[in-house]
């Protein structure tokens, strides 16, 4: 067994850097567009939202594989405006891609999600820490 210093945002920092590695990476290389995702950790469990508007829970495909949590899905373009030879499209549209690597505290057996007002939320709960075990010291005759 490795003893390890305890670092109280360690877990965090770990997912942030994973975020900004595959920014960095361009981890969207096969995606149009990437939504904004903020991630937070709380006692229990770390929590992702994702800032996708106009996909339908059905079109996600959220995947957990050695480690890696992938989001991934297609926003579709609904209209295109065209006046007086103008083009005008403002909304992105198209595939997106998103992973991100869990610490090993992550329970990926109990990992959920749910969609409400264009707002993935992944929730990641945490395993139960092993407690640590007392030992006495006797007294040697």
Do not use: C
Request: aromatic residues 6%.
């Amino acid at each position: 067994m490795a003893i390890t210093r305890y670092e109280p945002w360690g877990l965090l920092s770990q997912l942030q850097r994973e975020l900004e590695r595959n920014v960095a990476e361009g981890s969207t290389a096969t995606a149009e567009w990437a939504p904004a995702v903020d991630i937070k950790e709380e006692a229990d469990k770390f929590v992702i939202h994702a800032d996708i508007p106009g996909v339908k829970p059905e079109e996600i495909d959220i995947s957990m594989e050695d480690g890696v949590l992938t989001i991934k899905g297609e926003k579709k373009s609904e209209s295109k405006t065209e006046k007086e030879g103008y083009k005008r499209v403002e909304r992105t549209y198209g595939s997106f891609y998103r992973r991100f690597s869990l610490p090993d505290t992550a329970n990926a057996a109990a990992i959920s999600a749910s969609s409400k007002h264009g707002v993935l939320e992944v929730v990641i709960p945490k395993r139960e820490a092993v407690q640590p075990k007392k030992i006495s010291v006797t007294a040697a005759e």
